[in-house]
């Protein structure tokens, strides 16, 4: 924590993780230590290049409050990611219950006779963060084994990872016995219908045959007559 004689401040920087046509916030906290109410206003160089809020209100005593510095998304890149503006933020002591609506430019002014704190801060612009590198199957293939020391101090040799080109094996040994359990099921669904078919047919011909019989029967009764 950094910190004047009324307000302490973090960061002294504000640090912006410069992206083109992006907008992008740090925040500040400014804490007041004291028992005293302490109003605050926040200035900058370029402020139709920032948002700041709250830009004033008090913080309490023994108390902190949190400032969001927006900065808007910039069409193209200072030279060599240098960065020129600066901020102020200025802090006072107040009579106890004073509000954020209480708050007025004159408060900081010192003509006002009041003893008005500033402190500089500066901004800088960063490199965003990258995303982690994917890690690609295979690449430790061939590699000896490594060795590591654990807490207690012992050497411990790491096994190699297994070659990529086994897992391949066991994959397509899975794909081919999964085939041939496929086709077997086909077989036995062909069988079992080719078998119902027969039996279907050779019930209709028991049936033809005994309605033959029957015709013959009924044509004998009738030449009897």
């Known amino acids: 924590m950094n910190s004047g004689e ?12 410069f992206e083109l046509r992006k907008q992008i916030s740090c925040s500040l906290q400014l804490s007041n230590k004291s028992d005293d109410y302490i109003a605050f206003k926040v200035k900058t160089t370029n402020p139709k290049k920032y948002c700041v809020r709250p830009n004033n209100g008090v913080v309490l005593p023994r108390s902190s409050c949190d400032v ?10 200072p030279p060599d990611m240098q960065c020129k503006d600066k901020f102020l933020v200025q802090s006072v002591v107040v009579n106890p219950g004073t509000t954020p609506k209480d ?9 006002s ?6 402190i500089k801060l500066r901004v800088l612009y ?18 000896s084994p490594r060795a590591s020391i654990s807490e207690n101090g012992n050497v411990t040799t790491a096994e190699p990872v297994m070659q990529s080109n086994a897992y391949v094996h066991q994959e397509k040994s899975v794909e081919t016995i999964t085939q ?6 086909e077989k036995n669904l062909a069988i079992q219908q080719n078998k119902r078919l027969k039996e279907e047919l050779g019930l209709q011909e028991l049936l033809k ?17």
Not at 6 to 17: D, S
Not at 113 to 118: D, I, L, R
Not at 180 to 185: L, P, Q, R
């Open 180 to 185: 041939i359990t496929k086709m077997t099921e």
């Open 113 to 118: 006779g009041n003893k008005v704190e500033e």
């Open 68 to 77: 969001v510095v927006t900065m808007q998304a910039q069409k193209e890149a």
């Open 6 to 17: 009324l307000l302490g401040i973090e960061p002294l920087e504000l640090k912006f993780p």
């Open 126 to 143: 960063v490199t965003p963060p990258q995303p982690p590198s994917p890690v690609h199957e295979g690449s430790d293939e061939g590699s």
């Open 209 to 225: 045959h005994e309605l033959g019989k029957k015709k013959e029967a009924e044509a004998s009764h009738l030449c009897l007559w």
């Open 103 to 111: 708050v007025t430019t004159e408060m900081f002014s010192r003509e």
